[in-house]
């Protein structure tokens, strides 16, 4: 469809392993919420998520769209 998918935490992870850090919430979740400022959209699937919910009200607060299923994406 022309996206690359983006996880965050994916993201976060090997950074904070090359930074010599812990990968406690603390430490991934400002780097995996700030992931989504170069984000166009979020697919929000799965289950419950705490991490998942704080970067879907990243989204909605830089009025960005947000989706809840694939056949949902333009």
Known sequence: MGYIPVVGVNNALPLIDVAGGDSSDSN???????????????????????GADQEVERFKAKDKAVYYAIDQLP
């Open 28 to 50: 991934m979740m400002p780097l995996s919420v700030a992931l989504t400022e170069r984000c166009d959209c979020c697919l929000r699937v799965g289950g419950l998520s705490k």
